[in-house]
């Protein structure tokens, strides 16, 4: 099981850090992601950090605000949020699969996922 947390009302310009815990096994087998959906739009890749001490990735969205990390002794991945803008209030959600079944950016590579943090940025 994997739960978000970390979300809440912040104003533009500040900052968020995420976080995803898993629960019921060793959280260092599984490839992390980060999704959101906006009130009204399809879900979209944030983030996704693989196992194994690979190379995380930011979506081009939030390139150089977006920081995935992870820290599988806590058995936790994070995200950290900077710049926030309206633009980025959302439903986040994590998910996590062991073996991609197709390419990490998309929401069906995933088969667990947690329940989602609301971010809500004001202007």
């Known amino acids: 099981q994997l739960q978000a947390s970390g979300g809440g009302l912040v104003q533009a310009g500040d900052s968020l850090r995420l976080s995803c815990a898993a629960s019921?096994?060793?959280?260092?087998?599984?490839?992390v992601g980060w999704f959101r959906q906006a009130p009204g739009k399809e879900r979209v890749f944030v983030a996704a950090?693989?196992?194994?001490?690979?190379?995380?990735y930011c979506a081009d969205s939030v390139k150089g605000r977006c920081t995935i990390s992870r820290d599988d002794a806590k058995n936790t991945v994070y995200l950290q949020m900077n710049s926030l803008s309206p633009e980025d209030t959302a439903v986040y959600y994590c998910?996590?699969?062991?073996?991609?079944?197709?390419?990490?950016?998309?929401?069906?590579?995933?088969?667990?996922w947690g329940q989602g943090t609301q971010v809500t940025v004001s202007s």
């Open positions: 998910a996590a699969v062991v073996r991609y079944s197709g390419t990490f950016n998309l929401g069906r590579s995933y088969d667990i």
């Open positions: 019921g096994g060793p959280f260092s087998n599984y490839n």
């Open positions: 950090v693989p196992r194994g001490g690979g190379t995380p």
